[in-house]
């Protein structure tokens, strides 16, 4: 396997430098593409509070393809399924090599704060949230207390 | 600032922009990677990272958008700003890696001569550092071939020397004779002449005095008749006065005058008659010479031609010795050019094979055009010095002599300088420049497209053969490793493969504290400085005129690199490239340039066309300049084709080192299975299997009976034993009659001996059993002279465990000896086991009593020992002998011979040491084999008997060991042993079958009379039967000068010789030479009939490198001495391979040059290691048993032995050639005998060389020297010297090798006549 790409490390150095509030990133010791990251539940949404891990993984192409990003703690989102993944326009057909691994994760937060049903993964999650968003919130709250309080 | 600088920074590479591309969108990223990244090649539009927007590639690609010529502007500001260096790879452009194939800025990898990316190139350079290491690892496996070839030179050195020492020497002889010659005849003349003289003298003043005698008679005889006769008769004829006076006058009667004038008248017709014969008196003295004196000292002023040896045999065919004033290696040189010019045509095919440079025709043919100069140079340092080496040894066998190894010397040397040296030797530019041009390629470290030689350094730090460098002399090195050094102090190393030469720079100028070496740093500086300024002189130099240019050419390493200068000024100067690298280091953008203009650069085209473009020039001139130096230097002719077929002789080597391995294996496996009992076992069974005919039996049975007096047949040595008794005619006749009676049993049945003989012992156990003690401890003391009756006993112990012997080497090896000597001694029946056993620790005791004794009065010991023996067995004897006269050899008769036997043993010991000696010998022999056949027939018998004579020993020793040590009562024996000698000789000669061995047993008999001092027992012994063979010799050597026959020529056919050096007789007479030049052994019958010859050149199995000795066991197996070799092999009798064994070396087991060899009867083999100035033993498996000698001039130091024999009488006679010297051992090493000494007289030496001895003991010497041959008696003296100078019959020209057939005839290698003499 070739080095790794200069962006790579750049970017890593970057986050390690000046990480972004409510998120961390560390790189993999083994796979310098593999970061664990963990994101903090962003404030005035029903995840503040949490902490919320993820796994990234940044493929060969990048960066002209987008990461592979996953929550791994549990999460109620309409956004993200079962199994984490996560259903971002720009980490799919919106994804642009002027995106970094910072701007990602920012996203994902941002995702966190607005949820959005319109286009669901978790459709269960979506729906109840469409129905019934007090609903749908007071579970987000509970599953976040339930999974990523004190998960670390 | 910050955003600044964010703003210069592509977003997709989040480096600096390069080569940034604008979009229609107004958003810039660099070309590469980012924008490639971005490609849609299937709608072939690019999306915009930054806005998404969607631009068509123009039908360009994206290279067509326009650059963002502001953003350039401003990142060239902001360089100018903040001072940032630029992106190294600015200016570039992205390359597919030609090994991962990714997009990347690559660089050219000489490695694998592909643009690759840093990565892929990591790796490569990975690669090659595990290669040199590997190679590196071969180096240093392979350099003990380095430095044994000076252990060769060294050695050769020496050995010229001494050959040329003994040159002069052998001149100087020459001139001595010659003068002595020149003088005695002048002296013989002149006395011719003053004897001559004075018979005239005195047959002149005898004719004198008869004249004068004469005329006082006549005038007398007138005065009287004037007076007394005619004055009468005148007075009374006629004179008055007259007849006065005559008064007295007598009257003469008629007859007295008549008889009167009868005298008068035959003095009348004596005086008329008498001539003066003067003529005879006149007889002058005319020096007549036949020859022309003038022609004579023609022939004196010419006598004499330096010959270098040069091996006929050299494959070429060619180049005898020319001119003889020319050194070895003009010569050589000579041949190597001929050889040169047969491959070149070989060679040329090759090129026109085309190969693309010079560069490849040095690797061999590897990959086409691809230069891989670093990889390769490392490569040839192991291999191809080892190929060098290697061919160039095995080339050395083509020379014959002394100079071969240095032969190879030279030619690796000229080889390697044929590389090295091409710039020097070479005139041509043109050659150099266009192979330099041609293996050039990137530089690694700075991107250039040629390649230097970056390790290059000035000419005197190179090796002088290879014209390898030493690595840490090169500037470059240097360089490095002093950045090393900085950078280890500045930061932690960033793991720089190929740091840049600006990180270099870098690192340069940020020192810090951490790593110490200040003062080597300091020094590397200067040299650094020192090369810069050699540098700049030289570009001065250059710049000011051209001619220097061309000088700089000639002093500049072979391999300075022509091209890739860094300046232009550089370019065109033939630099070395420690300059270049420095320069490169320095100006790293520079470096990037190809060659430009320049004298010799004007023909060097880019690097990268080399390999099509440059191939023309590049074959043709170098190829020329090769072909010149090599006609030059003529080293390699060999290595001159090998270039192309370096690869090739690798493998060649490693087949051989595979077969020497495979050898050494089949070696060790031979030794393996040969178990030390097993050889004598197979020897002996192998002599009873050829025994059909009647002489092996007859041989046979003398061995046998000689081991085991029992054996009947064995008369001889029963009729020495009984002749030892002094007062028994009774045993006298007894052993006659035994003897005769024994014989015609013997040789009717010999297949009954053992049994019979078994009988005997056992029969005898008592009688003989008393007889064998000391008898064993007299054989004993024929063997080894030191030992006494204990350690007699406790080597017959030894003898029992033979194998457990052979581990203790030397002890073992004598232990061996005695203990054969023993058991012969103790007639075999001596069990070997029961009565040596219980008597180890009583033996062991006494051994170390008696041992110091018995130099000082071991004889009389003897004496004492014999007399008592002799007492003993006289009483027994004459109760027994009476009836027995055994035909029947059961029970009391061969008791009685047994005993008989017995005493005469101990009487024979008594009479002279070699006599036993052979005795123990044979008998050891016999025993050693025999016991094993013996014991099965009658184990019970030999137990009993055993055990019988362990107790008749111990009591024996009790009561007569401490008394032995009085020792008197020799004299008595002495008349009896002559006798003894008599009836010994003629019972052997009674005997039918004249078996060599039956025969050395009497001669031992005569020897030891001789040992005696008592030559006259041989008279006595004269008369033709007894004496026929004891006696025969001395006359026979008397008589010798004769040239009975003689063989070969020189060449190498069958029955031609080139520089035959050993030859052996073997047990059926034939005779085996050693033609030494022809890496062969020729086997002659006696009569001079070529019957088989084996062996070729090589250093196999089977092959020989100018062998020198050769041996005959007694089973006729083959021990040659590999002489450039350094081994010793064995072949069977049929000339097949056996075994080989030793190699080069000091220590125990290896030889140096070993050169005679020879065998004992027991089959232990002796070796003349002659530049170890030594001896050494091995048992007939190749297992060392001992050594003796060392280099000096002292009694019992040896240097450069080359002969050997060893006697009957187990006496190992060496000929001590640069002593001038026969010195004589015993079988333990220790100096029994020396004689001679440097001179031309009777009994003096000059280099002698072969010797041999037979079995009476006399010493045949081959007096290399003085080209004579000398014949001694067994005491050293002198008996008898033939042959001279010249190539005539009888006449010789270097003497090498002597043996003695067994009936007396001499056998002599005549070497630089090429042929055999047998006198």
């Keep these: 396997m070739a080095g790794l790409p200069r962006r790579i490390i750049k970017e890593t150095q970057r986050l390690m430098a000046e990480p972004v509030p409510g998120i961390s990133a560390v790189p993999d010791e083994q796979n310098a593409r593999y970061f664990h990251v963990v994101v903090a539940g962003p404030e005035g949404s029903p995840f503040e509070g949490g902490v919320f891990k993820l796994e990234l993984f940044l493929p ?70 469409k129905v019934n968003e007090v609903e749908a919130i007071r579970n987000a709250r509970e599953w976040t207390r339930t999974y990523a309080m004190g998960n670390i | 600032m910050e955003q600044f600088d964010q703003l210069l920074t592509c977003c997709v590479c989040l480096d600096r922009y390069r080569n940034p591309k604008l979009l229609p969108c107004q958003h810039s990223f660099c070309m590469e990677p980012c924008m490639e990244g971005l490609i849609n090649y299937v709608t072939r539009q690019v999306k915009c990272p930054e806005c998404r927007a969607e631009h068509r590639i123009p039908y360009q690609g994206i290279a067509a958008y326009p650059t963002n010529v502001t953003l350039q502007r401003f990142l060239e500001l902001h360089i100018e700003i903040t001072g940032e260096l630029p992106d190294p790879t600015s200016g570039q452009i992205m390359e597919r890696c030609g090994v991962c194939s990714e997009k990347n800025y690559c660089t050219l990898c000489c490695h694998c001569d592909k643009k690759v990316c840093s990565d892929c190139k990591e790796g490569h350079l990975d690669i090659l550092r595990r290669e040199i290491a590997r190679v590196n690892n071969q180096v240093r496996r392979t350099l003990p071939r380095l430095q044994d070839a000076l252990g060769v ?54 004719l004198r005095a008869n004249l004068e005698h004469e005329i006082s008679n006549f005038d007398s005889n007138s005065e009287f008749a004037e007076k007394h006769v005619t004055a009468g008769t005148g007075g009374t004829e006629g004179g008055s006065s007259v007849s006065s006076s005559s008064a007295s006058t007598v009257a003469w009667d008629d007859n007295e005058l008549m008889d009167t004038k009868d005298i008068f008248l035959r003095t009348m017709e004596f005086i008329r008659n008498f001539e003066t014969e003067t003529g005879d008196y006149h007889r002058r003295v ?202 280890k102090k500045a930061t932690p190393p960033t793991t720089l493969n190929l740091p840049t030469p600006a990180t270099n720079q870098q690192s340069l100028s940020s020192p810090s504290s951490r790593i110490p070496p200040r003062p080597t740093a300091a020094a590397r500086q200067v040299s650094e400085e020192d090369e810069i300024a050699k540098i700049k002189k030289q570009n001065k130099g250059q710049e000011a005129s051209s001619s220097s240019d061309s000088a700089r050419k000639t002093d500049a390493t072979p391999s300075t690199p022509t091209g890739a200068g860094e300046r232009p000024r550089f370019s065109s100067q033939q630099s070395s490239n420690s300059s270049e690298q420095q320069q490169g280091s320095k100006n790293p953008a520079a470096s990037r340039q190809t060659s430009t203009t320049g004298s010799e650069a004007s023909q060097k085209t880019p690097a990268e066309s080399s390999s099509s473009s440059g191939a023309t020039p590049t074959n043709e001139t170098p190829e020329e300049a090769r072909t010149r130096r090599r006609s030059l230097l003529a080293g390699g002719s060999k290595s001159g084709t090998s270039t192309p077929n370096d690869t090739e002789s690798e493998s060649r080597q490693k087949d051989r080192t595979a077969v020497a391995s495979t050898a050494a294996a089949a070696a060790a496996a031979s030794n393996g299975t040969a178990a030390t009992g097993a050889a004598p076992h197979r020897f002996q069974s192998r002599f009873l299997g050829r025994a059909g005919t009647p002489t092996a039996e007859a041989s046979r049975g003398s061995e046998n009976s000689q081991s085991s007096s029992s054996d009947d047949s064995s008369d001889s040595a029963q009729a020495r034993d009984t002749s030892t008794y002094p007062s028994s005619s009774s045993s006298t006749n007894h052993t006659g009659s035994s003897s005769g009676n024994s014989r015609p049993t013997s040789s009717d049945s010999p297949s009954s001996y053992t049994p019979r003989s078994r009988a005997n012992a056992s029969a005898a156990a008592t ?344 041996a005959i066991n007694r089973i006729g197996q083959y021990i040659i001495a590999d002489r450039y070799n350094h081994r010793i092999q064995v072949f069977d009798p049929s000339g097949r391979f ?160 002597i043996a003695v057939m067994s009936n007396g005839n001499i056998v002599c290698a005549d070497r630089e006549n090429h042929r055999i003499q047998v006198f």
Excluded at chain 1, 62 to 75: C, E, Q
């Design chain 2, 1138 to 1297: 056996l075994r080989v064994f030793g190699s080069q070396g000091t220590t125990d087991g290896k030889f140096s040059y070993p050169w005679g060899v020879t065998t004992d009867a027991l089959g232990f083999i002796y070796v003349c290691d002659k530049e170890n100035h030594r001896v050494q033993v091995f048992q007939s498996d190749g297992t060392f048993v001992g050594k003796f000698g060392t280099m000096g001039n002292r009694p019992g130091q040896l240097e450069h032995p080359h002969y050997i024999a060893v006697s009957s009488t187990n006496r190992v006679i060496v000929s001590d050639s640069n002593n001038h010297r026969i010195q004589v051992f015993d079988v333990n090493g220790k100096v029994i005998a020396s004689f001679g000494g440097e001179g031309a007289d009777e009994g003096q030496f000059k280099f002698p060389r072969g010797v041999a001895v037979d079995d009476q003991g006399y010493i045949v010497v081959a007096d290399s020297g003085n080209n004579r041959i000398q014949v001694f008696t067994a005491d050293g003296v002198f008996v008898k010297a033939f042959g001279c100078w010249g190539s005539g019959d009888g006449e010789f020209k270097g003497l090498e090798g």
């Design chain 2, 286 to 487: 005319r020096f007549f010479v036949p020859q022309d004196p003038n022609q004579l000292s023609n022939t004196l002023a010419n006598l004499g031609e330096l010959t270098i040896l040069q091996g006929p045999s050299s494959s070429s065919g060619q180049g005898p010795p020319t001119a003889p004033s020319l050194g070895p290696g003009l010569m050589r040189s000579k041949s190597d050019h001929r050889v040169a010019a047969a491959f070149r045509q070989q060679e040329e095919r090759y090129n026109s094979m085309a190969y693309g440079s010079d560069n490849n025709d040095d690797i061999g043919g590897g990959s086409s055009g691809r230069p891989r100069y670093f990889g390769e140079r490392h490569g040839s340092v192991s291999t191809r010095a080892i190929d060098r080496y290697d061919t160039s040894s095995s080339r050395r066998n083509d020379y014959g002599d002394y100079e071969e190894p240095d032969s190879g010397r030279r030619k690796f040397r000229s080889r390697f300088m044929r590389h090295h040296d091409s710039g020097d030797s070479d005139n041509e530019p043109a050659g150099r420049s266009v192979r330099f041009q041609a293996g050039d390629a990137g530089d690694p470290s700075a991107n250039k497209k040629e390649r230097l030689k970056v390790l290059d350094t000035e000419d005197a730090a190179r090796g002088p053969l290879s014209g390898i460098t030493r690595l840490t002399d090169s500037p470059r090195v240097i360089k490095r490793l002093q950045e090393v050094g900085r950078k």
């Design chain 1, 60 to 129: 060969e192409e990048y960066p002209m393809s987008a990461p592979k990003v996953r929550f791994m703690t549990k999460i109620y989102h309409p956004n993200i399924d079962k199994l984490g993944r996560i259903c971002l326009d720009i980490l799919k057909d919106k994804w642009s090599p002027a995106l970094q691994i910072r701007t990602v994760l920012l996203s994902i937060q941002a995702l966190l704060s607005a949820p959005n049903p319109d286009d669901p993964l978790a459709n269960d999650v979506a729906e109840l949230w």
């Design chain 2, 153 to 206: 030179i060294d050695k050769n050195s020496t050995q010229l020397q001494t050959n040329c020492l003994s040159i002069i020497e052998e001149v100087d002889g020459l001139y001595r004779r010659l003068s002595k010659a020149l003088k005695d005849r002048t002296d013989h003349i002149k006395g011719e002449i003053e004897a001559f003289m004075s018979k005239e003298l005195k047959a002149m003043t005898g």
């Design chain 2, 767 to 1110: 009688p003989s059993s008393s007889s064998s003690r000391p008898y064993s401890s007299s054989s004993r003391f024929g063997t080894t002279d030191s030992s006494t009756t204990g350690s007699a006993l406790s080597r017959s112990r030894t003898g029992s465990a033979l194998a457990d012997d052979m581990e203790n080497k030397y002890p073992g090896y004598q232990s061996r000896f005695l203990n054969k000597s023993k058991s012969s001694a103790a007639l075999d029946c001596a069990p070997d086991g029961g009565n040596e056993v219980a008597n180890d620790d009583d033996e062991e005791d006494a051994m170390d009593d008696n041992d110091d004794d018995y130099n000082k009065s071991g004889r009389s010991r003897y004496a004492a020992l014999k007399d008592r023996r002799s007492r003993l067995a006289r009483s027994k004897s004459s109760h027994d002998v009476g009836p027995p006269a055994p035909l029947s050899p059961t029970g009391p008769s061969s008791s009685s011979s047994s005993q008989l036997t017995g005493g005469d043993g101990v009487a024979g010991g008594r009479a002279s040491d070699p006599h036993y000696h052979q005795h123990g010998q044979l008998g050891g022999e016999v025993g050693d084999t025999g016991t094993s056949s013996l014991e099965p027939t009658s184990p019970s018998a030999e137990s009993a008997s055993g055990s019988s004579l362990s107790t008749w020993a111990r009591y024996l020793k009790n009561k007569y060991g401490p008394r032995n040590k009085e020792g008197d009562g020799q004299p008595p024996s002495a008349t009896t042993n002559s006798d003894s000698t008599t009836t010994a000789g003629g019972g052997k000669q009674a005997q039918p079958t004249s078996s060599r061995f039956s025969r050395a047993r009497s001669i031992g008999v005569s020897g030891n009379n001789a040992a005696n001092g008592r030559r006259n027992s041989e008279d006595v012994t004269g008369p033709p039967p007894s004496g026929l063979i004891t006696s025969s010799s001395r006359h026979q050597y008397m008589q010798k000068r004769k040239v009975l026959m003689k063989m070969g020529t020189r060449g190498s056919e069958a029955g031609a010789f080139t520089w035959p050096r050993g030859v052996a007789v073997a047990p059926d007479n034939s005779i085996v030479v050693a033609d030494s030049s022809n890496h062969r052994v020729q086997v002659f019958d006696s009569t001079g009939k070529f019957l088989k010859e084996f062996g070729y050149y090589g250093n196999g199995e089977g092959e020989f490198d100018c062998l020198a000795g050769v």
